[in-house]
């Protein structure tokens, strides 16, 4: 298959964690085939996954919103974190999404009244990962999918620490046209309303094509390196203590951007990677 150039698109945040950063290409992409105008995140944490929504949004010039509502107070399997998760992601949006991205912060279940049924075109369910709770998230927020809508439901691939999306999953996803990616802990796509175009009509009937596989697994490889190597220089700099912090942090944010352009260039070397893959 030819690759589509949005799936060379420079992610707008990469931060931990990195759970949903595999997906990222493929949120761009899935947005360039329905060209969602109101997007619902359940579950936004630190905005890797709402800010790709908007991101793609923007860069399609798609008029409409993406809007990510969260507690911010972080659950069992999340755990719980501190404010600054909050104000970090809330300035980046800012910065960078000002009137596009929305944080709406509070409980799924207070928001529902916010929304008229039908008019949401994307649904993502990434809360509280119980069997009881993704069930409960998808049944309210069904109402509220517009027809062709796409409904997303992250980590159906885990099976440990009570995660049940995986169970939840296997139950609903036979009774609608849908597919998988099994990177980056699982993110089921499920059509409950009908298929919006033919391409995913495709993706439902047959699975994902191996090429766009291993080349989502090749972006989320470069995603998790540069995310692992920021890691790691943020604990040599708090192990060499404030006085060598300060002079040392803007070399490691130059190298950290250093790092961030060559992911860049590799969306550039698009043609390159095309011809490899028809090998
Ligand atoms: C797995 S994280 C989301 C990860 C995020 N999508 C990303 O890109 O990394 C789950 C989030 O859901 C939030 N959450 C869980 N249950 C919630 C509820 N009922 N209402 C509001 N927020 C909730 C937690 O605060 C947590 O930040």
């Known amino acids: 298959m030819n690759l589509d150039p949005i799936l060379f698109l420079q992610p707008a945040r990469v931060v931990d964690p990195d759970s949903w950063v595999g997906h990222i290409a493929f949120a761009h992409y899935l947005v360039k085939l329905?060209?969602?105008?109101?997007?619902?995140?359940?579950?936004?944490?630190?905005?890797?996954?709402?800010?790709?929504?908007?991101?793609?949004?923007?860069?399609?010039?798609?008029?409409?919103?993406?809007?990510?509502?969260?507690?911010?107070?972080?659950?069992?399997?999340?755990?719980?974190?501190?404010?600054?998760?909050?104000?970090?992601?809330?300035?980046?949006?800012?910065?960078?999404?000002?009137?596009?991205?929305?944080?709406?912060?509070?409980?799924?279940?207070?928001?529902?009244?916010?929304?008229?049924?039908?008019?949401?075109?994307l649904v993502h369910i990434d809360g509280c990962h119980s069997y009881d709770n993704v069930k409960a998230d998808y049944e309210s927020w069904l109402p509220k999918l517009a027809p062709n809508g796409v409904m997303l439901f992250h980590d159906t691939t885990v099976t440990q620490n009570a995660f049940g999306v995986h169970r939840y999953w296997s139950e609903i996803a036979p009774e609608f046209p849908h597919f998988e990616l099994p990177d980056s802990h699982g993110l089921g796509v499920l059509m409950p309303k009908g298929v919006a175009n033919a391409q995913l009509q495709e993706f439902a009937d047959n699975g994902l094509p191996s090429e766009l596989l291993y080349f989502l697994s090749?972006?989320?490889?470069?995603?998790?390196?540069?995310?692992?190597?920021?890691?790691?220089?943020?604990?040599?700099?708090?192990?060499?203590?404030?006085?060598?912090?300060?002079?040392?942090?803007?070399?490691?944010?130059?190298?950290?951007?250093?790092?961030?352009?060559?992911?860049?260039?590799?969306?550039?070397?698009?043609?390159?990677?095309?011809?490899?893959?028809?090998?």
Do not use: C
Not at 55 to 67: K, P, V
Not at 223 to 229: H, S
Not at 237 to 253: A, T
């Open 34 to 121: 329905i060209r969602p105008r109101l997007i619902v995140e359940l579950g936004a944490h630190s905005g890797n996954s709402a800010s790709a929504f908007a991101h793609a949004q923007t860069y399609l010039d798609i008029e409409g919103q993406t809007h990510a509502i969260d507690s911010w107070e972080g659950d069992s399997q999340a755990t719980f974190y501190g404010g600054h998760i909050y104000e970090d992601f809330l300035e980046f949006s800012r910065l960078n999404f000002n009137g596009r991205l929305i944080l709406k912060k509070g409980y799924f279940q207070d928001k529902l009244a916010d929304y008229d049924d039908e008019s949401i075109n």
């Open 218 to 279: 090749m972006r989320r490889t470069e995603l998790m390196n540069y995310i692992a190597t920021n890691r790691q220089a943020e604990i040599i700099l708090k192990k060499l203590g404030p006085d060598l912090e300060r002079p040392l942090s803007g070399q490691i944010d130059k190298a950290s951007d250093r790092l961030f352009d060559m992911i860049k260039a590799h969306g550039e070397n698009k043609n390159w990677i095309q011809k490899l893959l028809k090998l």
